[in-house]
């Protein structure tokens, strides 16, 4: 993670649409070099490939922070919300469908100006006073955002290093 002009920010994350082999990874799973135009089954792989970034910002109307996120097409188009929903992974479409915390809409990016999907902050006070209610002050503002991360990125199929708990 990038902290950027406001907001921490993961960008490039490759995702392959279900099916594949491969279900993510931060390096081009399908070089340029080795598509060839008129193979299609090499070059119908590299349309599966879409590129997600993924933005934290704090809201200060909702004293929370906020996942904003978009996906591209591998020639650059936005991905719909219909798109992003087949690139999830079974329990992420679950969470969504299920949990009246979390739910996805359209958003202006308050640092680009341009909309983005972002998970709506509305219930994220709530859920996280629920999982944290235990720590005490200082643990509990060492815990917030990786325990924020792990629900927040779960719902977008966002795989948050192990790593990232353990050095908090």
């Known amino acids: 993670f ?17 099916g594949s ?9 399908v070089p340029d070099d080795d598509v060839v135009g008129h193979d299609t089954s090499v070059q119908s792989s590299r349309d599966n490939v879409h590129l997600y ?6 809201s200060f109307s909702y004293k929370v922070p ?29 969470l969504l469908n299920e949990s009246k915390w979390t739910f996805i809409t359209r958003e202006e990016h308050p640092h680009l100006s341009r909309p ?11 859920w996280m006073k ?13 815990q917030y955002l990786p325990a ?4 927040a990125g779960q719902a977008v199929g966002l795989k948050i290093p192990l790593k990232l708990y ?3």
């Open 21 to 29: 082999q491969i279900e993510e990874s931060s390096d081009d799973p």
């Open 116 to 126: 983005w999907f972002t998970l709506h902050p509305c219930g994220t006070s709530d």
């Open 2 to 18: 990038l902290q950027t002009e406001g907001f921490v920010a993961l960008e490039g994350v490759y995702r392959i649409r279900a």
């Open 53 to 58: 970034d993924f933005h934290i910002v704090y």
């Open 66 to 94: 906020v996942l904003y996120f978009q996906g591209l097409q591998a020639g650059g188009q936005l991905l719909t919300l219909d798109e992003i929903k087949k690139d999830l992974p079974p329990h992420s479409l679950q």
């Open 166 to 168: 353990c050095s908090s």
């Open 130 to 142: 629920l999982l944290l209610h235990k720590l005490g002050d200082k643990d509990r503002s060492l």
């Open 148 to 151: 924020w991360l792990s629900v």
